[in-house]
């Protein structure tokens, strides 16, 4: 493959072969990436996004590892890591603020500076994992509120390796998600405007959502919620009354706190995991008639001819 042949030659600081990417994700499983590109710039990050393009090799997209299913087998091409690009700006206005912060900033790094500070909007994203990032191509949420809510304007790199800010009004939001990687196009950084509030009510607001979120698993290796809730549903209610709580594939095990999270209990392959969402999602329909639409990311190719049955 002459992707290969390039990107030996070119010799990036920034890149190497056959990375474990189980050891990236907060399910702890699937195999190794053919090249993991960590880019600490943004000039990095157009460097290899240039490269893939050129040799039209395979592009993957991880942040913080949550909300994806990586097969056992890995993934081919190049797969780029983004919590290298963590740069956060600020400007201070007379009632808010407008934030800019790179696409690797972990949201919950984010709900910390803006409670220190004193700024409103990111109280609900307390307890979501992953990045910046992934949460705005997943336009992560709860309770009705969501980041793009907050949005500005996302700076994007698109299909032709150009760096352009894409305004708000020409982005599609809504339920999980955005329009903003239609057209090979990755999310560099967005500008959010929040505004300036009492820390202490910010603080108790904070404790509310951790509060109502007690009824999820903590310190348990899952993805995030795996199905999205239907129009007027819940999933995890509908995942509960149809007997899914318990039920298991190898050490892929739906959660008994919570009926839309699988964990892994030790050694599960994703395989084993994609079984279970299958089953479950199997269940559901046939009870219910509602087809449950997945949450979770599913990266590459999972075999399914191994998994049937």
């Not at 607001?205 to 919620?225: D, E, H, L, Y």
């Not at 329909?285 to 087809?291: A, H, V």
């Amino acid at each position: 493959m002459r992707w290969r042949s390039r990107l030996d030659c070119e010799n990036l600081p920034f890149c190497s072969s056959g990375t474990r990417l189980k050891d990236l994700t907060t399910l702890g499983v699937g195999g190794p990436a053919e090249c993991l590109a960590r880019p600490v710039t943004r000039r990095d990050l157009t460097r290899i996004l240039d490269l893939c393009r050129e040799e039209e090799a395979p592009t993957w997209f991880i942040g913080g590892g949550s909300n994806v299913l990586i097969p056992d087998e890995g993934l081919p091409g190049v797969t780029i890591q983004t919590g290298g690009l963590n740069g956060v700006l600020w400007e201070e206005q007379d009632d808010s603020v407008v934030l800019e912060t790179e696409s690797g900033v972990l949201l919950a790094s984010l709900l910390a500076l803006s409670m220190n500070k004193g700024w409103e909007g990111l109280e609900f994203s307390v307890g979501i994992p992953g990045t910046v990032g992934g949460a705005l191509h997943g336009n992560a949420g709860v309770e009705g509120r969501s980041l793009g809510d907050l949005v500005e304007s996302v700076l994007l790199v698109d299909d032709k390796g150009s760096l352009a800010w894409k305004r708000r009004q020409d982005i599609r939001f809504s339920y999980r998600f955005t329009d903003l990687l239609a057209g090979n196009r990755a999310i560099v950084a967005c500008k959010l405007v929040m505004k300036k509030g009492d820390p202490a009510k910010i603080s108790s607001s904070v404790r509310g959502f951790i509060n109502r979120r007690k009824g999820q698993p903590r310190g348990i290796r899952t993805a995030g919620c795996i199905f999205k809730n239907p129009c007027g549903e819940s999933a995890g209610k509908l995942l509960d009354e149809t007997g899914c709580k318990g039920l298991s594939v190898g050490d892929a095990v739906v959660s008994s706190i919570h009926a839309n999270f699988i964990e892994n209990k030790g050694s599960a392959s994703s395989k084993d995991i994609f079984r279970l969402i299958s089953n479950c999602r199997e269940k559901v329909f046939q009870r219910t008639g509602i087809l449950l639409e997945m949450e979770i990311c599913l990266l590459g190719e999972i075999p399914h001819a191994e998994v049937a049955g």
